[in-house]
């Protein structure tokens, strides 16, 4: 996983396996690999609220706002990595805690603290991706 920077338990779990696999499929660019991962009715909080990416604050829903989300907040980024300091799987979700590191076109880099969960169905596929993380914190550590 190129761009994903994992210290945290590798104990396999259907969750942890959908999550480490987002994240690789992110941070090399892989949308279709990435949208691939997600059942037909999943949803997306990425941040959980209202957001710049979602106003409304109700989330992305199935592939095709999935998608949306993709080009919206994903394929603006020059590239993507993920630092995940420690995972917490319980029944049929995880637990991430960690930092996203999105590199801006113009060289610049912003640093996401937070907590990410995932969700799977009975055939591991990721039912819901909820990012906790503050919009104004991250932008603060623009650098």
């Not at 706002?65 to 980024?77: C, M």
């Not at 995880?94 to 995932?118: C, Q």
Request: with cysteine; proline share 4%.
């Amino acid at each position: 996983m190129s761009g994903v920077h994992w210290k945290a338990t590798r104990e396999p779990h259907p969750a942890r396996d959908a999550a480490m696999a987002s994240m690789d499929a992110v941070s090399r660019g892989a949308k279709d690999e990435w949208l691939a991962l997600f059942a037909s009715d999943a949803v997306v909080e990425d941040p959980v609220g209202p957001s710049v990416f979602d106003p409304d604050g109700q989330g992305h829903h199935g592939r095709e706002g999935i998608s949306a989300f993709w080009e919206t907040a994903i394929a603006q980024a020059e590239r993507i990595e993920f630092h995940i300091d420690d995972s917490f799987a319980c029944g049929s979700e995880v637990a991430n805690t960690g930092t996203i590191t999105t590199h801006l076109p113009d060289g610049s880099a912003m640093d996401a603290e937070g907590v990410f969960s995932y969700r799977v169905n009975d055939e591991g596929r990721i039912q819901a991706l909820r990012a906790f993380w503050e919009f104004d914190r991250a932008v603060a550590t623009l650098h």
